[in-house]
């Protein structure tokens, strides 16, 4: 039958749109109803058509302000982070030094750790150290769990730059930091930005090890967390159809401008 052919012709496309539609259909539950005015507490029935939520996102007490407060860290960790690990992948691929293997195998300790041992051993060091559990903790646990992805982003990519490139330049008589600057740190920039984003990405949504770390400190997951447990508003469903939103004019954005450049490279 031609049908049947037809689907067999396209059987990977239609997997993959349907792995997409599945994985999408949680954010558009998300969006759809944060256009809700449910008559309780809990905003899981839809009720009536309302944009009273969009007109006043920080209506309830504290959400603004842990949603700062998550931004800010995931700013500052996604900063370090990316500064340590650039570091880092830098000196795993390009230098030979006792215990690099080692040190290889123990950058990936975090992304194969469960979160809830990470989190038990940090807040074990904090608490040895006496240090007061709150914004610090939390930053310097956050630069800990997302180091070990920028890592493996931004040393997949200095591992498959070619090396000509560089001396080419130092041929060219290029010192060692402008060699870097308008050489090396332009092809390696796609893997460290692949790195920040997937580390803004984790640290902002981190919920276990900052819940192990935090003390009184409120991040937004850990307040959509509480309140799940009394009630949720739909001020909840509104931020994360705007962030969600935002990642998505983002990567359509890096879509743009990557093609743009292969078709003036192209020309």
């Not at 890592?151 to 930091?177: C, F, H, I, N, Q």
């Not at 509104?238 to 359509?252: K, P, S």
């Amino acid at each position: 039958m031609p049908v049947l052919r037809w689907i067999r012709r396209n059987l990977v496309v239609l997997a993959g749109l349907l792995t997409l539609a599945y994985m999408i259909l949680p954010n558009v539950i998300v969006m759809v109803f944060s256009f809700n005015k449910p008559k309780g507490r809990f905003n899981y029935a839809w009720q009536d058509f309302s944009l009273d939520a969009w007109k006043d996102p920080c209506g309830v007490a504290d959400l603004c302000g842990s949603l700062s407060l998550s931004l800010q860290i995931a700013f500052w960790a996604t900063l370090g982070a990316t500064v340590l690990g650039t570091m880092i992948a830098f000196a795993l691929v390009r230098y030979r030094f006792r215990a690099r293997g080692t040190v290889n195998s123990l950058i990936f300790l975090p992304m194969a750790m469960p979160e809830v041992v990470m989190a038990a051993s940090l807040l074990t060091l904090f608490l040895n150290m006496g240090a007061q559990l709150g914004f610090w903790t939390i930053l310097i646990a956050h630069i800990m769990f997302c180091l070990s992805f920028v890592v493996t982003a931004v040393k997949a990519r200095v591992m498959s730059m070619d090396p000509r490139l560089e001396e080419a330049a130092r041929d060219l008589y290029a010192g060692p930091v402008q060699t870097f600057v308008r050489v090396t740190l332009p092809i390696a920039a796609p893997g460290i930005a692949a790195g920040a984003l997937l580390a803004f990405a984790l640290s902002f949504d981190d919920f276990i090890i900052t819940n192990f770390n935090a003390g009184s400190t409120v991040t937004f997951p850990m307040f959509v967390w509480g309140s799940a447990q009394r009630g949720t508003p739909v001020q909840i469903n509104v931020i994360g159809t705007a962030m969600f939103a935002i990642a998505v004019l983002m990567v359509l954005a890096g879509q743009l401008v990557s093609s743009r450049r292969k078709s003036n490279a192209g020309k």
